[in-house]
């Protein structure tokens, strides 16, 4: 996992060829959440749409001179819940997303009480290229699990807020689609002229089913996760 802390990040230098011809300019997964997974999926819209694109889906298609299929870059279909709401943006960059959704065990209020609960604290996912060349990362910011941070190799960045959830029907074994607005983003790459971004096709990563109690408080569970990232921009 990569952050910035006030000074430049230096990151190993791999996948900058493909960072720029096959994302069209590339988490973990990985909610996360948005990020990050950003919330449970109980605040989620279901409906049964599904995109047309994913990582995973690229059988037939013409590929660009990195040995990428076109369809990497294209912009996927979603469910209306999560379109864009100004439309007129293109992709920047397309990553997988492989990593962690992690929770720690804490005190919650509940209903004028409290209780013990997994509470989510961020992810830890590599991006990847459609080569699956490293590409960036995926963690929360410093501002905590709800501004999920995606860093690009280059050292540019895009901080968010989750925008809109969903949940596909049969997909609640997994964290939510997101649509993400960005609200920070710095440095020269691609990724710096981000202006929104879509957690999709998500496998994995919800909160752990095993015990939170006093004897866990304060452990952290790893919960592994995939996902499609879309980066969009003018």
């Known amino acids: 996992m990569t952050k910035r802390s006030g000074a ?3 990151v190993p230098l791999i996948g900058v060829c493909a960072l720029v011809r096959c994302s069209g300019g590339g988490d973990t997964t990985p909610d996360a959440s948005s990020d990050a ?6 605040d989620v819209a279901k409906a049964d749409a599904s995109p047309d694109s994913s990582a995973t889906d690229s059988g037939g298609d013409s590929s660009t001179d990195a040995g990428c299929p076109s369809s990497w870059t294209e912009a996927p279909t979603v469910p209306t819940a999560l379109d864009i709401p100004d439309g007129g943006t293109a992709v920047l960059i397309h990553a997988a997303g492989v990593g962690t959704q ?3 065990c804490e005190v919650v ?4 009480g409290s209780t013990y609960q997994w509470v989510f604290v961020g992810p830890e996912a590599e991006l990847r290229d459609c080569n699956g060349n490293v590409v960036g990362h995926h963690f929360a910011s410093d ?3 709800s501004a999920p941070e995606w860093m690009t190799i280059d050292n540019a960045y895009v901080i968010g807020a989750k925008y809109a959830a969903y949940t596909p029907d049969g997909g609640a074994a997994s964290v939510p689609w997101l649509l993400v607005q960005a609200t920070s983003t710095g440095g020269t790459g691609l990724i710096a002229s981000t202006q ?5 096709n998500t496998d994995g990563g919800v909160a752990p089913a095993s015990v939170c109690d006093s004897n866990e408080a304060g452990t952290t569970q790893k919960v592994n996760y995939t996902a499609d990232y879309y980066f ?3």
């Open 232 to 234: 969009y921009g003018p």
């Open 109 to 112: 209020s509940v209903d004028g």
């Open 196 to 200: 929104w971004v879509h957690r999709l």
């Open 102 to 104: 992690d929770y720690t």
């Open 37 to 42: 997974s950003l919330d449970t999926s109980s």
């Open 143 to 145: 501002a905590g699990a």
């Open 8 to 10: 430049m990040i230096i």
